[in-house]
C-alpha cells in the first residue's frame, strides 16, 4: 500500500481522520463507542494513527480478529506495529498473515527499530529514480501515480538501490523533459537521516532547518524511505503537549475520560510524591517547634517565604527547560544565563524583602520579624535561581525528563530552604 | 517579490535561515551583535521573521535606515508590517518609498488587519489562473517558475478575481494537457479562509484536517492570497510556547538574555501578585493565631494541607487548559470531566487523608489531630477538584487567558481553603 493510494483513499472520506480522530477523543467512552460501531472499515483504520495511546489501545483490543485484518490492511507500516504490539502474539500473528508480501516486509523492518528512532516511523511513499533515468520519466510517473503530501524533491538511486542525492520537485518541473537526472543539479547540503537516528532529534532538525520531506539512509548507504514535515510537526506537538503535562505529573498520551479509578490510581503517584516533599518541609518546622510556639507571627508568615522562592524558582526552571527543549542552551551559553538569573534573583529578592519586611513589621509592630523575614526571602530567591538553573539542568544529564521531576525536586529545595532560613534566623536572634 | 523568488533566493544561502535565527537567539547580546554584523543584508532580511519578537524588535532599532530599506526589499508583506510598526514614522515612510508598487499595496493590505487575524499573515505565491485556462497553461507556468513551498492546489478564479474553486496538483499532473481546468475534478468539501479568521482558529483547523494549503477570500468572494501548513504550525508552536511559559507567568516572545534590569521588572510583577495571594493565606492562619499557640503541631502539619490542594487542582487544571487549548471540551462532556474530577478528587482524597491522618496521629499521639487533618486534606481535594475544573472555564469565557492566570487563582482558593478547613476545625474540636 503506498501513500498516493493513501491519499486517494483519504480523499474518498466525507471527514478527514485527523477530525474524525479529534472528535472520538472528545467523547466520553458510551458516546465513543457508539460513534466507532458506526464507522467502516476504512474510516477506522485512518483514524486510528492520530488516537493518543490510550485510546488507541482501549479500541484496539476491543476490535475482532477481522476488523483487525480488515483494518491493518490500509494501515502505514508504523501503525500495523503498533496494532500488532498491543495485541496477543495469536492475533498478531493473524493479522502479519494477512498483509501483502511488501507490507509484511515493511512491518517486520519497522519492528526492528525503538519506538523513538526514525526506522519506527519512516515512510516509504518516496518518489525514487535511478540515475540514469530521464526528466520524462518523472512526469510519466506523476501522470499516473499523482503526487503523495509533502513531496518536495525526489530521490536518485544506483541499480543497488544506493543513495545518490535528490533534486528538488521545482528543478524537476522547469527541466526539458529530454533531460537525464543525473545532469540536473542535486541539492547542496542535502540532508538525510540515519534510521537510528532519535525522533525528537529529527523534529528539531526540520523545525530549524523548515524542511518538508528527508530521505532515510541506512548505514550502508541504501535507501529505505523518507521522513516529512508532517511527521516532524507531530513529533513537536507531541514534545510540547508532554512538557505541559509532565509538568503536572501527567502523561499526555492519556484518555480524557479514563474511568475516574484508572485517572485516580495514575494521579495517586504524583500526589503521593509530592506528600513526601511536604513532610520533609515539615519536618523542618517540626525542628523549630519550640520558636513557633514563643512567637507564633512566624507560624502566620512562614508560607510568604517558602511560596516567593517557589514561584521565583519556577521562572527560572520554565526558562531552561524551555531552552533545553527547543536545543537553545549549550555548554557556553549556560554560564552567562546563571549569572543573569542569579542577577535576577538577587535584584527582585531585594525588592521583595523590603516589601515583605515592611508588611511584617506593621503587621506584627516587631522589627527584628521584619528584618529576619527580608533576609530570608533574600536568601530563598537566591537559592531559587540556583535551584531553577541547576536542578534540570542536572535531570537532563542523567538522561531523567527534567519537566516530569523539576517542579517537585525545586519545590522541595525552595520550602525547606524557606522554612529553614525563616525559622532558623528567627530562633538565633529573636527569641 | 513572489515566494518562488523567496525559495530560490533561500536556496543561495548557505545557511536556513531558520537555522541562523535559532543560532541569534541562542548567543548573548553582545555575540549576538557580532554575528548580526557578519551578516549579509539578504541573510539578515532571510532570518528575520524567524525571530521572537524582542529579538527582532532589538536588531530593527540598532538598524540604519538605509539597512532596513535593504533588508525590507526582500520580505513578505507581514515581516514588512512588522518593521513598519516598530519604527519612528519617519523611517516607515522610507521604507515603504523604497517598496515596489506591489510590495506597497501588499504591505497596506497586511497592515489593515490585526495581528491576530489571517489577513496580516495571507502570502501572496499562490498559483491562480483563470478557469477558462489550460492544464497546459498551469503545466507551461510551473516550467518558469518551479513550485513554491507547500503547494498541493492550484486556485482558479473569473475574469474578475473572485475565487471559483481549487484543483489538486495531482489531478494536474495526471490530467492531459489539452483539458480546460473548468472541466478538472474541483476539491470535494474545499476549505477557504475569511482575512479577518483568527490565526489560531485556523491553525486549529489546519490540525485537525491536515491541510496543506488554503485559499483566503474576502467576504466579497476575492481571492486574496494562500495560507499554508508553516503557517498554522508556526501559530501551533507559538501557542504551546505560550502556555508553558505563561503558568510561569512569562512571555515567550522575550529575550532568553535580556539585561537582568529588564528581565527583573518583568518577573517582579508575577512574584507581587504572588505575594498577594500568599498575604491572604497568612491573613487567614492570622485569625486562628490562637489555636496555633495553644497547638503547636497545627503549624507543623498545615502546609501540608495546603499543598496537596494545590498539587491536586494543577492536575485538574493542567487538563482543563490543555482540553480547552486542543478545543476538546463543549457544552455537552465538560459536565461529564468534572463529574470524573469530582469523583477523582474523592477517590485520592480519602487514599491520602487516611494515609496523613495516620502519620499526624503517630507522629504527635493526638488522635483527634490525625483525624482533623485527614478531614481537612479530604475537604481540600474535593474543592480542588471544583477548583481546577471552574476556573479556567471562567477564565475562558470572560476572554482572560486560563494559562496565564489559572494557576496564581487555583492556589490562592487552594491554599485558603486548606488553611480555613484545618484550622478552622482545629479551633471548633482541638482546643
Known amino acids: 500500500m503506498t501513500a498516493t493510494d493513501t491519499d486517494t483513499f483519504e480523499e474518498s472520506l466525507n471527514i478527514s481522520p485527523g477530525k474524525l480522530a479529534h472528535d472520538l477523543e472528545s467523547l466520553p467512552p458510551t458516546e465513543r463507542a457508539d460513534l466507532w460501531r458506526g464507522l467502516s472499515a476504512e474510516e477506522r483504520s485512518a483514524a486510528m494513527p492520530f488516537l493518543h495511546d490510550e485510546i488507541k489501545e482501549g479500541l484496539i483490543e476491543t476490535a475482532s480478529v477481522a476488523e483487525l485484518q480488515n483494518m491493518t490492511e490500509n494501515m502505514a507500516a508504523s501503525d500495523v506495529a503498533h496494532v500488532i504490539e498491543t495485541v496477543t502474539e495469536d492475533v498478531a500473528q493473524d493479522i502479519v498473515d494477512n498483509l501483502s508480501d511488501e507490507a509484511r516486509e515493511y512491518v517486520q523492518e519497522s519492528l526492528s527499530f525503538d519506538e523513538d528512532q526514525i526506522g519506527r516511523w519512516l515512510r516509504h511513499d518516496d518518489l525514487r529514480f535511478l540515475d540514469t533515468g530521464s526528466v520524462a520519466k518523472v512526469m510519466r510517473r506523476l501522470k499516473v501515480r499523482g503526487l503523495s503530501k509533502y513531496t518536495d524533491k525526489i530521490f536518485l538511486v544506483s541499480r543497488d538501490a544506493s543513495y545518490q542525492g535528490a533534486i528538488s520537485l521545482s528543478s524537476i518541473l522547469e527541466a526539458d523533459e529530454t533531460r537525464l537526472l543525473v545532469d540536473l543539479p542535486k541539492i547542496e547540503n542535502d ?213 516530569l521531576s523539576g517542579s517537585v525536586v525545586l519545590t522541595t529545595v525552595t520550602d525547606i530552604i524557606g522554612f529553614m532560613s525563616f525559622l532558623g534566623l528567627a530562633t538565633l536572634f529573636l527569641v
Open 191 to 403: 540532508c538525510t537521516f540515519d534510521p537510528e537516528t532519535k525522533i525528537s532529534e529529527m523534529a528539531t532538525e526540520f523545525r530549524k532547518n523548515h524542511f518538508i520531506s528527508a530521505a532515510v539512509v541506512s548505514g550502508d548507504g541504501f535507501l529505505l524511505g523518507r521522513i516529512t514535515a508532517e511527521d516532524a510537526v507531530t513529533t513537536l506537538q507531541d514534545e510540547a503537549d508532554h512538557q505541559l503535562m509532565s509538568m503536572a505529573g501527567l502523561d499526555e498520551e492519556d484518555d480524557l475520560f479514563a474511568p475516574i479509578g484508572v485517572s485516580a490510581k495514575r494521579r495517586a503517584l504524583w500526589l503521593g510524591i509530592n506528600l513526601l516533599t511536604a513532610f520533609l518541609a515539615s519536618y523542618v518546622i517540626g525542628i523549630f517547634e519550640a520558636t513557633v510556639q514563643q512567637l507564633v507571627a512566624l507560624a502566620v508568615l512562614m508560607p510568604i517565604v517558602a511560596s516567593m522562592g517557589g514561584i521565583a524558582g519556577s521562572q527560572t526552571l520554565t526558562i531552561v527547560i524551555r531552552g533545553l527543549a527547543l536545543d537553545k542552551l549549550n555548554e557556553s551559553n549556560t554560564r552567562t544565563l546563571l549569572v543573569k538569573e542569579l542577577g535576577v534573583g538577587v535584584l527582585n529578592g531585594i525588592l521583595w524583602a523590603t516589601v515583605v519586611g515592611l508588611v511584617a513589621y506593621a503587621w506584627f509592630g516587631n522589627q527584628a520579624l521584619g528584618i529576619i523575614i527580608a533576609a530570608a526571602i533574600l536568601v530563598n530567591l537566591i537559592a531559587a535561581a540556583f535551584a531553577g538553573m541547576l536542578i534540570p539542568l542536572a535531570l537532563d544529564r542523567l538522561n531523567l525528563d527534567p519537566a
